[in-house]
């Protein structure tokens, strides 16, 4: 499966970007989607992941009440809503596939990568 993740660019502190994350190839609703990101000179770190039909939804201490994810199996997306956007925001946002029906905060747990897309957040 291949992953597309679109939608970062600039924004101003405190303003809003929805990134999505398409998938071609084959279907993943059946599987968790995670959403990443990974700012210059630091790791990957985990934002947030839905399961298979958006019944459960895990997010980072960091972005919590700021970020939603959301999925539409139907379009084979994922989005995620990033509101109250930070300085600290500022990274590579990059969507990966589970490798179960539900997402974690593990990085080797999914299987699937997309290419990324770039977030920067100017104060």
């Known amino acids: 499966v291949q992953l597309q993740a679109s939608g970062g660019g600039l924004v101003q502190a405190g303003g809003s970007l929805r990134l999505s994350c398409a998938a071609s190839?084959?279907?993943?609703?059946?599987?968790?989607v995670g959403w990443f990101r990974q700012a210059p000179g630091k790791e990957r770190e985990f934002v947030g992941g839905?399961?298979?039909?958006?019944?459960?939804?895990l997010y980072a201490d960091s972005v919590k009440g700021r970020f939603t994810i959301s999925r539409d199996n139907a379009k084979n997306t994922v989005y995620l809503q990033m509101n109250g956007l930070k300085p600290e925001d500022t990274a590579v946002y990059y969507c990966?596939?589970?490798?179960?029906?539900?997402?974690?905060?593990?990085?080797?747990?999914?299987?699937?990568w997309g290419q990324g897309t770039l977030v920067t957040v100017s104060s």
């Open positions: 839905i399961n298979w039909n958006g019944g459960s939804i």
């Open positions: 990966a596939v589970h490798l179960t029906a539900y997402a974690s905060r593990q990085k080797d747990r999914y299987r699937y």
């Open positions: 190839g084959r279907t993943f609703s059946n599987n968790g």
